[in-house]
Structures are given as structure tokens and as C-alpha cells.
């Protein structure tokens, strides 16, 4: 079966309002990787975690290896922000290769 | 951000022929991986390298696909027989051996017509 369930599929937020994307793993995962994907199909890193929080400017990401899981909190929202948002996780059974989410469309509108 | 380069960046084939596609990982980056999206969006892991050598790879890639990292050469992947269905974004993404980031390159868009 899938390893990652990433949801919503898809979100729209208006400038200046929060929200957050969430990953659930069926699997044990080592680590989980968050990328943004451009409309030229980009995939820019925003975060690598093995456990914990990281935070970055408006974004700020948690995983919890435990209950198998990871979140993507998106703070004051930007236009620039729109995108697709793919979480990756990397399973235990080694090799490096991750597993991607099905993908979240995020549109933020003025 | 990311500084592996991939090339060609869009490829037209026809069913039957080959495409090859090339990747030049980040310096210092020991592993690298191929994944193709298709247009759902969905990832599929194809082949990964620690150096010059396979650490996997699916059915699909040891059938249809010829993948190497020479050493001072860039990576290829090549579709030997190319289908209608291998239309999709080839990505190419490099990392240090240890748990790490996997930094990704802008990728190859192929149509097979």
C-alpha cells in the first residue's frame, strides 16, 4: 500500500492567513523531506527533518516519527507561496530512496 | 538552491526510439537517484547510485532502462525503447551518502509522440 498519505490534494488561502499540510506515514520513516514544486516543475527544498521542529522564516515543519506523521505550517501566506507542496519520506529499510505524497495545490489569492 | 544540473531539459521521441537524458549532480554528492513523475503528479523512485554502483532499482527500470554514473562523467538514463506512457518528467536528485537532504534538479520533460 501507499507509504505516505498527504492531505488536503488541495488548498486556497487568502494573503496573510495561516494554514498547514499534513503527511501521514504508514510505515516507519526515517526522515521526511518537505519540497515546493514551481509551475516549471522545480522542486525547491524547504525542509529535512530525522525528528523534531524546524522553522523557517514562515514555514515551520514537525515530525513525529512515533505517531508517524509530519505537518507543514504555513504562516501569513504570500502570493509567492503558491504551489504544489510534496512531502517525502524515507523508510528504514535503507538505500536513501524516498517515497513522495500524493501532492497539495496551494493557491493564495490577494 | 539546488545545483544539479540536468540536461536536456525537454526531449520528443517516438515510440521505439531511444531517449537518453543526463544528470551532473551536486560536487561532493556520492548518491544519486532518478524519479519520474507523470502527470498526476506522482513519484515513482526508478534507480539510485552510490558512486558508480546500483543500490536499487525497480522492475521497470532493470528492463527497459540502461543507468550509469561513470566516474568524472555525468549520469544518464537512457529508455532503450521509448513508450507512450514513459511520457513524464525525469528528475535527478543527489545527496551526501548519510541521512540527508536529496537536492533536485530542474528535470527532463520527455513526450513520446
Known amino acids: 500500500g501507499d507509504q505516505v498519505e498527504q492531505s488536503p490534494s488541495a488548498l486556497s488561502l487568502h494573503e496573510g492567513t495561516s494554514s498547514a499540510l499534513r503527511c501521514n506515514f504508514t510505515?516507519?520513516?526515517?526522515?521526511v523531506q518537505w519540497f515546493r514544486q514551481n509551475s516549471r516543475g522545480s522542486l525547491i527544498n524547504l525542509f529535512y527533518?530525522?525528528?523534531g521542529t524546524k522553522e523557517n522564516g514562515r514555514l515551520k515543519s514537525a515530525f513525529d516519527s512515533k505517531e508517524l506523521y509530519s505537518t507543514l505550517h504555513i504562516r501569513d501566506a504570500q502570493l509567492e507561496d503558491s504551489g504544489t507542496y510534496f512531502c517525502?519520506?524515507?523508510?528504514?529499510?535503507?538505500?536513501?530512496?524516498?517515497?513522495f505524497g500524493s501532492g497539495t495545490r496551494l493557491l493564495v489569492s490577494p | 538552491n539546488s545545483k544539479v544540473i540536468q540536461t536536456p531539459r525537454y526531449l520528443v521521441k517516438g515510440q521505439g526510439q531511444k531517449a537518453k537524458m543526463r544528470c551532473i549532480p551536486e560536487?561532493?554528492?556520492?548518491?544519486v537517484f532518478w524519479y519520474q513523475q507523470n502527470k498526476n503528479n506522482e513519484f515513482k523512485f526508478l534507480i539510485n547510485?552510490?558512486?558508480?554502483?546500483?543500490?536499487?532499482q525497480i522492475d521497470m527500470t532493470e528492463k527497459r532502462f540502461s543507468a550509469e554514473c561513470p566516474s568524472n562523467s555525468p549520469c544518464s538514463l537512457e529508455i532503450q525503447s521509448s513508450e507512450a506512457g514513459d511520457s513524464a518528467l525525469y528528475l535527478c536528485?543527489?545527496?551526501?551518502?548519510?541521512?540527508?537532504?536529496?537536492?533536485f534538479g530542474p528535470g527532463t520533460r520527455l513526450l513520446v509522440l
Open positions: 536528485a543527489s545527496s551526501l551518502p548519510q541521512q540527508d537532504t536529496q537536492y
Open positions: 510505515t516507519t520513516t526515517r526522515s
Open positions: 527533518l530525522a525528528s
Open positions: 517525502a519520506a524515507e523508510a528504514i529499510t535503507g538505500g536513501y530512496k524516498v517515497v
Open positions: 560536487k561532493g554528492h556520492p548518491v
Open positions: 547510485f552510490q558512486n558508480q554502483e546500483v543500490l536499487q
